[in-house]
């Protein structure tokens, strides 16, 4: 998101209509909510008709957490990322999960506490005491959850927007300054409202046309998508089924309800459960399972047959479930699948797993090819089909994508910087140089590095916050008698700059030894904006008071030595996050 929006332009140009099918199927969903969760019902309301994770008795319908993450998808999105948005679940490993204040009480009694906190919340909304949310110390643990369900309840006094950072986001941009940065979701939700309400150029919009106004210019979630192969059962076998349903599926059922992990180190925990022996590559598919259960609308697919023939290419078109009643291939996401780009693949891929990532060069020649151009399934031959990763290096770009940040740690001599250069030599199109020779390699690596995309920095403890953000230094250029200052940008700015000009293009900061470096003098301010979900988060800079903020498109690997001694001065509170 930028800050440089004009509303009053774009809320002028913004074709209000397209939003009505979206906004009747909303209200359809928030209707739904009514009928199967009355408001005077919730009193009394039992714990089986609320969490996550439980077997529904006959003819009940889906639980409300249920109803609210994965059926209501129109009335605004909470879909993904932990189930513990919802206070309390039923783990799939058969214990509870209850947030901070609600540990060492039984399920019931949790269940009573909570159940209680939302009767008060709706009673203050009733009575338009909205500073008595605050104070519902239990609601905090759920604010996405939480602040939906106000929102369904109390459509007039809540917009369907329910991130928290989102929020703020949009706070931001229509107050012209940064909005409080603890508020809960729900006051940033009312905050949001009033700027709307005093905001002319939105008179007479509904709130779902300023819930798609917000997001269609202002959207502050990374943009570029990944895009997955994935297999409809061994050789296919599930494929006509898919195709007539408009889905695709996935095994493993034996794991439950993807949406019940908090987290990919959970869900290998149940994975090796089930499958013991399979050492790192549970992680590699716990974190492509997950991958899966939080595909979005407008994800892309491919569906395969074996190493050489593409089925079709899909759109998703709505959110996973977990289908109890099947016997198998319960995991599911909805796809409208196109047929025309089926095609035999002149040369065999690397796809001999269920999932696998597809470059977008490679897509865009997938679809370009038409099963009825003439050529019947034989598909025009891809100009040059991009190299299978190496599993580390995959790995890596994985975690990139999930975090955008990952920190490579290990003895001396374990090729952590060899595997940093590696994942940024596939990041920036050139990943045939990881099989060439090491002279080859070498150039590679040094035209990457003279590039714009990639730059790599070695820490060391004088290495500043002047050296990687900005800081007056000696203008070299001025002659004469005395010392010239000039305000230089760092490393680092420098390179976020370069990234917000070309959004379509991901950017890569290596930082060799960067438990060398005094973290928190270097990053400054800048430790709040790494992870994704505060990116395009505009912060003024202390020395120069210009307004700054970290692109989505950046990536940073650091390097870490665990021999080192000086690895114990960092400061895990001000690190990257580590993956």
């Known amino acids: 998101m930028t800050t440089g929006v004009d509303v009053r332009a774009a809320a002028a140009e913004f074709k209000r209509i397209g939003v009505a099918d979206i906004e009747s199927a909303a209200e359809d969903e928030r209707k739904q909510v009514l009928s199967r969760f009355p408001l005077e019902a919730w009193a009394e309301l039992p714990l089986e008709r609320y969490a996550l994770g439980q077997t529904a008795s006959p003819g009940s319908g889906p639980t409300y957490c249920r109803l609210l993450e994965f059926l209501t998808p129109n009335l605004g999105s909470i879909k993904g990322g932990s189930a513990a948005k919802h206070i309390m679940y039923h783990h799939v490993s058969g214990e509870w999960r209850l947030a901070a204040p609600l540990r060492g009480m039984e399920p019931q009694e949790a269940w009573v506490h909570l159940r209680g906190q939302f009767v008060q919340a709706f009673d203050a909304v009733t009575a338009g005491d909205f500073d008595a949310l605050d104070d519902l110390e239990v609601l905090r643990y759920g604010p996405t959850l939480v602040t939906k369900t106000l929102a369904a309840y109390f459509p007039e006094h809540f917009l369907p927007i329910y991130a928290g950072e989102h ?337 379509d293009q991901e950017f890569l900061l290596l930082i060799d030894e960067i438990n060398r470096g005094d973290l928190p003098r270097i990053f400054g301010e800048l430790i709040t904006l790494l992870e994704l979900d505060k990116r395009n988060l505009p912060v003024a800079l202390p020395v120069s008071k210009r307004r700054f903020s970290v692109p989505p498109n950046v990536r940073i690997i650091g390097t870490m030595n665990t021999a080192d001694r000086s690895i114990s001065h960092l400061d895990a509170a001000a690190s990257p996050s580590c993956s």
């Open 167 to 503: 929020l703020r986001r949009f706070v931001a941009l229509l107050a012209g300054g940064a909005a409080q940065g603890n508020a809960p979701a729900w006051r940033s939700n009312r905050r949001l409202l009033e700027l709307v309400r005093e905001s002319a150029e939105f008179e007479g919009w509904t709130r779902y046309e300023v819930m798609h106004f917000l997001y269609l210019h202002a959207d502050p979630r990374p943009r570029q998508r990944t895009i997955w192969k994935i297999a409809p059962g061994e050789r296919g076998r599930l494929w006509d089924e898919c195709r007539t349903d408009g889905v695709i599926r996935v095994g493993w059922e034996q794991v439950g309800d993807l949406g019940l992990y908090q987290s990919d180190t959970d869900l290998k925990q149940a994975l090796d459960a089930h499958w013991p022996g399979k050492s790192g590559g549970s992680l590699t598919l716990a974190r492509r399972l997950l991958a899966f259960r939080d595909l979005e609308e407008g994800d892309r697919i491919v569906a395969n047959r074996g190493v050489d023939e593409v089925l079709a290419t899909g759109t998703v078109r709505g959110n996973y479930r977990f289908d109890p009643d099947r016997q198998e291939f319960q995991h599911t996401v909805p796809v409208d699948w196109d047929l025309s780009h089926a095609q035999r693949l002149p040369e065999p891929r690397q796809w001999r797993s269920t999932f696998a990532r597809i470059d977008p060069a490679f897509f865009a020649k997938l679809t370009a090819h038409r099963a009825d151009s003439g050529s019947g399934t034989k598909a025009r031959e891809p100009e040059a089909a991009p190299v299978a990763l190496p599993e580390d290096v995959q790995s890596v770009l994985d975690a990139l994508q999930r975090k955008g940040q990952v920190i490579l740690h290990g003895p001396p001599g374990t090729g952590k910087t060899r595997l940093a250069l590696g994942a940024a030599l596939a990041l920036d199109g050139r990943a045939e140089a990881l099989d060439s020779s090491a002279p080859q390699r070498a150039k590679a690596q040094a035209e990457m590095l003279h590039g714009d995309r990639v730059h790599m920095v070695t820490f060391h403890p004088s290495y500043g916050y002047e050296d990687f953000v900005e800081g007056f230094k000696p203008d070299l250029s001025v002659k004469g008698p005395g010392l010239t200052l000039e305000l230089t940008d760092g490393l680092f700015h420098h390179l976020c700059s370069t990234a917000a000009g070309h959004p």
